[in-house]
């Protein structure tokens, strides 16, 4: 779920894969994204910009940026 920008809980639309480590039984690494153009897309991106720093800001591509 993320907090919209009016500070209210909204519903996340993922899809993801699942990696079993081999060497590691038990342990699974999950990799989630979202769906380019979609709003999911959007709030991903926003969760991504709390945690970023300026440089990692301007080293995405501007076709990315909304």
Do not use: C, K
Not at 16 to 42: C, V
């Amino acid at each position: 779920m993320i907090i919209g920008s009016d500070l209210r809980a909204r519903d996340l639309t993922l899809s993801y894969e699942a990696l079993e480590l081999p060497a590691d039984p038990g342990l699974t690494i999950f990799a989630y994204t979202a769906e380019p153009n979609w709003p999911s897309h959007d709030a991903v991106n926003l969760l991504a910009s709390w945690t970023s720093t300026p440089d990692q800001v301007s080293a995405v591509p501007a076709e990315e940026e909304v």
